[in-house]
């Protein structure tokens, strides 16, 4: 079946940098979709990407679509405390459902 | 609009006890899903409803099993729970198709004991 590789696992960062994460499939993907997710609650959609090479930006977080439709990467500019929390990535290819990564864990210090 | 809602949002029972989670959404969304989240494990597909009448095994469906009630409700149930059931479970939806974007519900943390 599909698989989803994301890095890193977790992450630790001083509030003001950037932060990068990334997801790769085991096979072509049609959709991405990026969600976070706050301690106690269900995750949150942040960005959906149908078409390889879309880039698409949501305030300080831009998403993009991998050109060889097996990736995906996401970046937070400028983070702040409010962006702690779990990262996911999400694909499928054709009409199948959703795969997802094991998440990113992002902490931030003040 | 309340989107996904879910209850209850805790639950903590005996092993072989039986339960219903209820899930219901008001987006007037065709598809609608059951996850389980562990640590370090990600949310693993047990079932899903790609439109009203339709259900179809995820990833882990073994244990459980599913009513999609009519378009907004689609119910989890639990017949004879085990320890390994202990998770929480999310309820989601999407508009169309089951490859696009789904809106979760806020979870039912279970304990099986």
């Known amino acids: 079946g599909q698989q989803l590789n994301q890095s890193p696992q977790s992450m630790f960062i001083q509030e003001g940098e950037d932060v990068s994460m990334n997801c790769t499939s085991s096979?072509?993907?049609?959709?991405w979709l990026w969600y976070k997710q706050d301690p106690g609650e269900g995750p949150v959609l942040l960005i959906a990407?149908?078409?390889?090479?879309e880039l698409t930006s949501n305030g300080r977080l831009t998403a993009q679509f991998g050109i060889t439709r097996k990736d995906s990467f996401l970046n937070i500019s400028a983070s702040i405390p409010s962006d702690v929390g779990i990262y996911f990535c999400?694909?499928?290819?054709?009409?199948?459902?959703?795969?997802f990564g094991k998440g990113t864990r992002l902490s931030v210090i003040a | 609009n309340a989107g996904v809602t879910q209850t209850p949002k805790f639950q903590v029972l005996k092993t072989g006890q039986s339960m219903t989670l209820q899930c219901a959404q008001d987006?007037?969304?065709?598809?609608m899903y059951w996850y389980r989240q562990d640590p370090g494990m990600g949310l693993r597909l047990i079932y899903y409803?790609?439109?009203?009448?339709?259900?179809d095994k995820g990833e882990v469906p073994n244990g459980y099993n599913v009513s999609r009630l009519n378009k907004r409700e689609f119910s989890l149930r639990l017949e004879s729970a085990a320890p390994s059931q202990t998770s929480v479970y999310f309820c989601?939806?999407?508009?169309?198709?089951?490859?696009?974007?789904?809106?979760f519900g806020p979870g039912t943390r279970l304990t099986v004991t």
């Open positions: 989601a939806s999407s508009l169309t198709g089951i490859g696009y974007e789904q809106y």
């Open positions: 096979s072509i993907f049609n959709t």
């Open positions: 990407l149908y078409k390889a090479g």
């Open positions: 999400a694909g499928n290819s054709g009409n199948t459902p959703l795969v």
């Open positions: 987006m007037n969304h065709n598809s």
């Open positions: 409803s790609a439109s009203e009448g339709t259900t």
